[in-house]
């Protein structure tokens, strides 16, 4: 009996013990000097939509922005990244003034995002000072001066992210990057847009990060690198943005959580390594380089791809059916090569282009990465030829499905298929050698907001559907041989312009100036055959019929044109 009254005795202790710490923590809250650290930041900053007006009273805590640690009361994240940020005020730039180095005495601080601000005024060098910081991201914060190489004493750094971090107008170059070796925690770094021209060491400096898994290096007028990327050790990257040259080594295949290659616009030859079919691919772009041979078959293995950019390379031959399997595509860019052949039928199989309840964004599982601490954690940046601009789309939205497949050797016809592609948002099919008509049913893109059908061969009256896509703001069929009278209402009474029908002599209506009479007649070219073709064709079919039959085969896959 009297250990029971011992343990009932002490187990009353404790609880009284432990209601009065947690009446303790929450009377002070946070620390008293890291408050102050804290007040003082605040009056340094211009805040002109007073987004810090929470930052009263003793618990600073509980303050807009500050996390503390529930055992110790320690400020461990100061998250001001983007203040008062609104689906109203995307415009607004957030802090100005100066950062203040009274933050130093957050010296518990873990995590610290001051990332699209306006600041104006020299890189905060207290910052390389921290002990346990994990996290860091100053993006477009709008810091002026260089990058003190004593950010390298950050070994316990995780994330970094200095993109877009200075004023538009800075052209500071910022040396070596020697120093960026002592982040030996590192797993992801990006340097977009930082003045990088002097950094001969990149390469080996980066090669020195074991831990280092995402790379962002675009847009940093980097030097030319002397070094193949044969040599680039790629092998530990599941996300790869940046500058480089050579082929594409066969070790990529080894990267099975690789999953977004962007290597666009740099000096890649070859062909692409079949190694690639085992990785997780989500999204590639490598448009813009020197790639060449036939795009594979297997890339439709990738069943997890959404965005395919191989535009502006040197590919020949014909588009593979097997992209038709690729059910998660959104956004494909096989423009600008030298490819031939048809159109696949198999690109009416894009699951994800056919619907417009499900789309689909590209977001990736980063809950095994805790070094990530926000799930739109990278900001690429997707380029679509549309409406005659480039336009932007970031991967943590929702993507706009697009297919160009402009300034190519394409023939035939236009797939029926294509127009069940009911997401389907921009659709370039020009300067290629497409023949017949245009679909009948192209009033079912009912998404579609930019068609250019332009220079091609393409003949027949303009369907009357295409008044049903009431979303098309930008058409351009320009350079064909259409004839008949221009279809008119709804949608139709938008697009003016008469460029947008011009090179069609066979057209009438408004809003070109020739006038229609009547019932007008359907213009179809006439095919160029010789008497010497034809009776040689009528031999052929009598005594050489294996060939013709070999060249009924070739002819699936090749065009002729007249």
Known sequence: MRFETTSMQLFVILFVVCLLKTQILESYGCLSVEREALLAFKSGVIDPLNCLSSWEGSDCCRWKGVWCNNKTSRVEKLKLGFPCATSSNRSYRGFGGEVNPSLLSLSHLKHLDLSMNNFNTSFPNFITSYKNLRYLNLSNA???????PELGNLSTLRYLDLSYMYNYYSTTSHGKLSWIKGLSSLKYLDLTSVM?????????????????????????????????????????FNNLVGPLSGQLPDSLGSVSNLEFLHLNNN?????????????????IDLGKNKLSGKIPTWLGKLTELTILRLMSNMFVGNI?????????????????????????????????????NFPTPIIRDESSLDYLLYPNSTSEKVYIARKGLDLQFFKNLYL???MDLSGNNLCGVIPEELVDLSALSNLNLSRNHLKE????????????????????????????????????SSLNLSYNNLSGRIPSGDQMQTLVDPTIYAGNPYLCGPPISKTCFGNEITYTPEKKHSGGVKNIEIYLGMGLGFLVGLWAVYAEHTCTYM
């Open 400 to 402: 706009e499905a697009s």
């Open 196 to 236: 990088l021209q002097n950094a001969n060491d990149w390469l080996q400096a980066v090669n020195m990060l074991s831990s280092l898994q995402e790379l962002c290096l675009v847009r940093c007028a980097l030097p030319s690198n002397p070094d193949p990327i044969s040599n680039f050790n790629l092998t530990r």
């Open 142 to 148: 709008g810091f002026t001066g260089a990058i003190p």
């Open 437 to 472: 008509r245009i679909p009948d049913k192209i009033g079912n893109l009912q998404s579609l907001e930019s068609l250019d059908l332009s220079m091609n061969e393409l003949n027949g009256t303009i369907p009357q559907s295409i008044t049903a896509l009431t979303s098309l």
């Open 267 to 283: 000096t890649i030859y070859g062909e692409l390594p079949s190694s690639l079919q085992y990785c997780s691919l989500v999204f």
């Open 320 to 356: 593979p059916a097997e992209l038709g399997q690729l059910e998660n595509l959104q956004i494909l860019d096989l423009s600008w090569n030298n490819l031939s052949g048809y159109i696949p039928q198999s690109f009416g199989n894009f699951s994800a282009v056919a619907s417009t």
